[in-house]
């Protein structure tokens, strides 16, 4: 993967996942191949006073033929798109707002000296709704 500054308010990168593919047999006699992966993104930041709004996008390209079982597709190449917006207050307390894959995400956080908490929520109109709990300690 790679990071660019484009400046001081405009990060993009780009992630290349699996780019030896590879193919899976099972015990039955079926195959699957595993292909690359690409995921380009974007993060847009403006502060204003204490607070700071970022916009966030990545998608996943795949070039495996998925077709209507991803977000957007073009004959083998298809697109399953995530996208957000976050906004913090002196980068101590986070709310975010998002969508993966067309399904709500929001999201909350907030850091205590070396501790950080962070909880989830995915809304997914086919699976139950998910929920994310996480805390860290810095050394």
Known sequence: GALYDVDPNLTL???????TSGVIRYSNGTTESITPTVRPAFMYKRALGEFIFRALGTGDIRFEGRKASAQYYIS?????????????????????????????????????????????FLRHSDLD???RFSAGYSF
Do not use: P
């Open 129 to 131: 709704d998910s929920y």
């Open 76 to 120: 083998d190449v298809s697109l399953d798109a995530h996208y957000g917006f976050e906004v913090s207050f002196r980068e101590k307390a986070f709310g975010r707002v998002g969508a993966d894959i067309g399904n709500l995400t929001m999201g909350a956080g907030f850091v205590a000296g070396k501790i950080t908490v962070d909880v989830a």
């Open 13 to 19: 990168g780009l992630t290349v996942a699996d780019l």
